[in-house]
């Protein structure tokens, strides 16, 4: 009897070797040229893809996410390595790539990026192999993965170009293009397919829907916070646009300097806020109020990802050695910061949870006589 080996144990085993390989890089002066350190990336990324491919064997996948997942699984680590580095926790992995792979990685930004990517994102790989695997729903972690990684790169790569390390730009960074297509198209593919949706019968659907947003004291509040986050959202884009109001002139002095850092990531992530985040934070109070939006229950949950990777490396490099203290958040105003930083991705976060556990409000409704249990596809 054959003892059956679960597909996401390997990926965890292979992604082990990621920092094995960096090691030899960066003792080996051959493969320290930024062509031979593409070239490299791209013969590993396909023997990983092989590799993925050979495990499989007979139960070959039908779709590409198995090897989105196994690909950027093994990049985690690799991005989890350089984050231990930069922080003095290791030594000798990431020496030769600081120098000829990407110069940037050495930013506060960057480091919390990989350590976001080496942490959640890596386990959120293992639990969509897994769920895969087990056919088992995987629809909103995907999604919050997908959005969670296209605010990563979405920033990461317009921020390096435009920034301070524009100028030491080489091939190897190119290859983070791969990673935002691939959020995008797992995206894309998670929003275009059939979605299950649990029955709830008519009277309840007609019930919840015909109550007003006064009556829907949760929906309330979270049309609040988003309104907030809406009004914080326009603001800090025109401080990073140099509105010459004095309250934008005071804001970024007086308590978000790190608005400025030329490194570019923090102006970058504040005009995506403006021009993507806007416009869905006011489509989700539209959806809040006009019932059967059945959009809303994959869109708050693409969302809540990319809120949270962004939040978390806005706010964790603001205040990271590696910043420049200039740059960091006053001590006297980091308490505001950080509270009016932590409410601004509270709202999409809880609009997430409330549209995953209570989604009748914006279901359609269903013929009477079905029982909850039931599945429809919508």
Same mark, same amino acid.
């Given at each position: 009897?054959?003892?059956?080996?679960?597909?996401?144990?390997?990926?965890?085993?292979?992604?082990?070797?990621?920092?094995?390989?960096?090691?030899?890089?960066?003792?080996?002066?051959?493969?320290?040229? @930024?062509?031979? =350190? $593409?070239?490299?990336?791209? /013969?590993?990324?396909?023997?990983? &893809?092989? #590799?993925?491919?050979?495990? !499989?064997?007979?139960?070959? @996948?039908?779709? =590409? $996410?198995?090897?989105?997942? /196994?690909?950027?699984?093994?990049? &985690?680590? #690799?991005?989890?390595?350089? !984050?231990?580095?930069?922080?003095?926790?290791?030594?000798?992995?990431?020496?030769?790539?600081?120098?000829?792979?990407?110069?940037?990685?050495?930013?506060?930004? !960057?480091?919390?990026?990989?350590?976001?990517?080496?942490?959640?994102?890596?386990?959120?790989?293992?639990?969509?192999?897994?769920?895969?695997?087990?056919?088992?729903?995987?629809?909103?972690?995907?999604?919050?993965?997908?959005?969670?990684?296209?605010?990563?790169?979405?920033?990461?790569?317009?921020?390096?170009?435009?920034?301070?390390?524009?100028?030491?730009?080489?091939?190897?960074?190119?290859?983070?293009?791969?990673?935002?297509?691939?959020?995008?198209?797992?995206?894309?593919?998670?929003?275009?397919?059939?979605?299950?949706?649990?029955?709830?019968?008519?009277?309840?659907?007609?019930?919840?829907?015909?109550?007003?947003?006064?009556?829907?004291?949760?929906?309330?509040?979270?049309?609040?916070?988003?309104?907030?986050?809406?009004?914080?959202?326009?603001?800090?884009?025109?401080?990073?646009?140099?509105?010459?109001?004095?309250?934008?002139?005071?804001?970024?002095?007086?308590?978000?300097?790190?608005?400025?850092?030329?490194?570019?990531?923090?102006?970058?992530?504040?005009?995506?806020?403006?021009?993507?985040?806007?416009?869905?934070?006011?489509?989700?109070?539209?959806?809040?109020?006009?019932?059967?939006?059945?959009?809303?229950?994959?869109?708050?949950?693409?969302?809540?990802g990319f809120m949270a990777q962004a939040q978390w490396c806005h706010i964790s490099a603001s205040l990271h050695p590696r910043t420049p203290y200039t740059y960091r958040i006053p001590e006297e105003k980091w308490q505001a910061v950080l509270l009016a930083n932590l409410g601004y991705v509270t709202a999409p976060l809880l609009l997430g949870l409330r549209c995953i556990w209570s989604p009748a409000f914006f279901m359609k409704t269903v013929p009477p006589g079905q029982v909850t249990k039931e599945k429809k596809s919508d």
């Amino acid at each position: 009897m054959k003892m059956k080996i679960y597909q996401e144990i390997c990926v965890f085993f292979v992604s082990l070797s990621a920092p094995v390989l960096l090691y030899v890089m960066n003792n080996v002066p051959t493969f320290h040229e @930024p062509f031979v =350190i $593409l070239g490299t990336g791209l /013969v590993v990324s396909g023997a990983v &893809s092989l #590799l993925a491919f050979l495990s !499989a064997q007979r139960k070959q @996948p039908k779709d =590409i $996410l198995f090897y989105v997942c /196994v690909q950027f699984a093994f990049t &985690s680590v #690799l991005k989890l390595t350089n !984050a231990l580095e930069q922080d003095g926790f290791t030594s000798g992995f990431v020496g030769f790539y600081q120098r000829k792979g990407e110069p940037c990685m050495v930013t506060a930004y !960057a480091i919390m990026m990989c350590y976001w990517d080496g942490v959640v994102h890596f386990l959120l790989y293992l639990l969509l192999l897994h769920h895969r695997a087990k056919a088992k729903l995987y629809r909103g972690m995907g999604l919050f993965w997908a959005g969670s990684s296209f605010a990563s790169m979405s920033v990461f790569i317009p921020g390096s170009v435009i920034g301070k390390y524009g100028s030491n730009i080489y091939p190897a960074f190119w290859l983070n293009v791969l990673l935002l297509l691939g959020s995008v198209w797992v995206a894309a593919s998670l929003l275009s397919s059939l979605r299950e949706l649990p029955v709830v019968p008519a009277d309840e659907v007609e019930s919840v829907q015909r109550k007003t947003l006064l009556t829907r004291p949760t929906d309330l509040l979270l049309m609040t916070f988003l309104l907030g986050a809406m009004v914080f959202t326009v603001f800090r884009g025109l401080v990073v646009l140099d509105c010459p109001l004095d309250s934008c002139f005071n804001y970024i002095y007086q308590y978000e300097p790190y608005l400025k850092d030329p490194v570019g990531y923090p102006r970058v992530m504040m005009l995506v806020y403006l021009f993507y985040g806007l416009p869905l934070m006011a489509a989700f109070v539209y959806g809040l109020v006009t019932p059967g939006c059945t959009w809303m229950l994959d869109w708050t949950v693409l969302f809540a990802g990319f809120m949270a990777q962004a939040q978390w490396c806005h706010i964790s490099a603001s205040l990271h050695p590696r910043t420049p203290y200039t740059y960091r958040i006053p001590e006297e105003k980091w308490q505001a910061v950080l509270l009016a930083n932590l409410g601004y991705v509270t709202a999409p976060l809880l609009l997430g949870l409330r549209c995953i556990w209570s989604p009748a409000f914006f279901m359609k409704t269903v013929p009477p006589g079905q029982v909850t249990k039931e599945k429809k596809s919508d």
